[in-house]
């Protein structure tokens, strides 16, 4: 209030600021600042009355008996006891560069599943592909699974063996016509997110995506890994120049055949 340091709303808890002259706000404003909001309505505070407050039981029942009021697939949250409560999520897959899983090793079956057998450690070998885009994996979760653990089920899915800081959650919303992309923390709680937003996948929906800090970190892939990375651009690079003659050999045998179609023609 008194400096107008500004922060994120995440990065608060890190500041220290020496304030020991309180009351001199309105005193130590320049004419420029003028334009700026009252002392009293700083940045963190406004955070602070925009963050939710944690639902009590009763409010949490009637959300959940609105929400299953609206779902239309059977996909229906259940309030437990304890106050926790369960219900499912989509989470889109959008990754654009491949990822490692082990080689050789059979599709996970649903005695693996229950049995929580972890097919990845019996293999050494690792391969890596691209996987489908924009694939959609739906989880199960309760209101306590964080981001973390989401990432981190999504990956065992997918028997996928990369470290799972290289990967992020993000939540997806369409406003005003546009789409915006938000990167959730790891303690936050999807199913929380899903419930408050409702069932419909327009107003709010989960994708996975590679954990972007500006340039690729390639000192956190293994040489394996990058190895593949090159066998694989290598033969991307190969079938785009055989797609390209092809394309052009058809446009050659056409261009040919139209010339022998006008020859003798007047004109």
């Known amino acids: 209030a008194d400096c107008r340091y500004t922060c994120h709303q995440e990065c608060r808890s890190l500041i220290q600021l020496d304030c020991r002259r309180p009351g001199q706000c309105q005193s130590q404003l320049s004419p420029e600042s003028t334009l700026l909001p009252p002392c009293s309505q700083n940045v963190t505070q406004t955070a602070e009355e925009e963050k939710p407050k944690p639902l009590t039981i009763q409010e949490i029942k009637q959300k959940i008996e609105k929400y299953n009021a609206k779902v239309t697939n059977c996909l229906l949250m259940k309030l437990n006891d304890d106050g926790t409560y369960t219900g499912f999520i989509k989470v889109h897959l959008k990754l654009c560069r491949p990822v490692t ?33 924009d694939a959609i994996k739906q989880l199960h979760i309760s209101s306590t699974t964080t981001v973390s653990e989401v990432i981190q089920g999504l990956l065992k899915k997918f028997m996928v063996v990369d470290n799972p800081q290289k990967f992020a959650l993000f939540k997806e919303m369409r406003k005003d016509g546009q789409v915006l992309f938000q990167k959730l923390p790891l303690t936050e709680y999807p199913l929380y997110l899903r419930l408050l937003a409702g069932p419909d996948t327009d107003v709010l929906s989960f994708v996975l995506k590679e954990n972007e800090t500006g340039e690729v970190e390639w000192d956190a892939f293994s040489i394996p890994e990058l190895q593949n990375f090159l066998m694989i651009l290598d033969k991307e690079e190969k079938d785009k120049i055989q797609q390209v003659q092809r394309k052009y050999e058809k446009f050659k045998q056409k261009l040919h055949q139209t010339l022998k179609e006008a020859r003798g023609k007047p004109g």
């Open 101 to 133: 899983v082990p080689a050789g090793i059979r599709p996970q079956s649903i005695y693996d599943a229950l049995k929580e057998v972890n097919l990845a450690d019996m293999t050494d070998k690792r391969t890596s592909f691209y996987l489908p885009l």
